[in-house]
């Protein structure tokens, strides 16, 4: 009876694996990660920090626009993505249609749209019926980083609107926005968290000293982008970031997306300035 058993295992394992003479290898090889500019950042630490407890591993991180990055992944240009916005279920049928498997997006940290002026100007806040209202109106109050971009895709869907419904200008790159917003001074710029995020980069502190993130009002309340609120999900414009992959097996691109998960991953989103999707009990023993 127990040889039995035993057989049935062996039979199930082997038949729920794919078939792939290739050997499955997570740690050494070449792989190129699809982000859009807006995620570079953490994106980047996540994989120098798997190339540091990898040395055989080669991650290249490549910025392209989210829509862009989608359909690579569709048409097996890409192995992996990084994504914010939610796919329609049209989308999500196509992928598990192409990819041949299903959709399961591994979530591995929270960020954050932020509405942003330059330092001395005297707007020190922003209603949600002000933005809802700018982003119709043909003055155009609000710059974004060009179209198919995740800001301007997750601030669409959470206006339950489409992008090209939406009224704003352009400047290409959150950097640019952040360095150019100035010129424009009754303007609003609305870039990513996590290209300011940084606490101990001074590229980020650079960048944070020219503008000020605006609070956002909504219902006689005050929410900021800080990590409480992006923990709690309670400021309006938080997001999840999560990984897509088209690999079926565990390889490199399987191997990263759990790396970025456990929590050595996760103290890097940290230290990225961003909330980390998974939360790790600590436990200290007093004696």
Do not use: W
Request: glycine share 4%.
């Amino acid at each position: 009876m127990r040889i039995n058993i035993i057989l049935l295992l062996v039979l199930l394992f082997f038949g729920s694996c794919k078939k792939n003479s290739e050997p499955e290898n997570y740690h050494q090889g070449n792989l190129t990660i699809l982000t859009d500019e807006s995620f570079e950042s953490v994106t980047q630490a996540l994989a120098d920090g798997y190339m540091i407890n990898y040395p055989d591993a080669k991650l290249k991180v490549q910025v392209k626009k989210e829509d862009f990055g989608f359909m690579d992944l569709l048409k097996n240009k890409a192995q992996i993505i990084v994504m914010s916005r939610e796919l329609s279920a049209k989308e999500i049928a196509e992928f598990e249609r192409v990819v041949d498997l299903k959709y399961r997006p591994d979530k591995f940290a929270a960020d954050a749209v932020v509405f942003v002026v330059p330092k001395n100007s005297v707007k020190e806040s922003i209603s949600m019926d002000e933005i809802k209202n700018g982003l119709l109106s043909d003055d155009k109050p609000f710059i974004f980083d060009g179209t198919n971009s995740s800001n301007l895709n997750f601030v669409a869907q959470k206006m339950n609107k489409k992008p090209s419904e939406l009224k704003f200008s352009i400047i290409n790159s959150n950097r640019n926005i952040i360095k150019e917003l100035s010129r424009y001074p009754n303007k609003i710029g609305v870039i990513a968290l996590n290209s300011i995020s940084r606490p101990y980069s001074k590229d980020a502190d650079s960048l944070r000293s020219l503008i000020k993130i605006l609070p956002i009002t909504e219902k006689g309340k005050i929410f900021l982008p800080d990590s409480n609120n992006l923990r709690t999900m309670q400021y309006p414009f938080t997001r999840v970031l999560y990984f897509l992959t088209s690999e079926g097996n565990f390889g490199m691109a399987n191997g990263f997306i759990r790396f970025s998960c456990t929590h050595l991953g996760q103290m890097i989103v940290e230290k990225e300035g961003l909330q980390k999707y998974n939360l790790y009990r600590r436990e200290v023993q007093m004696r």
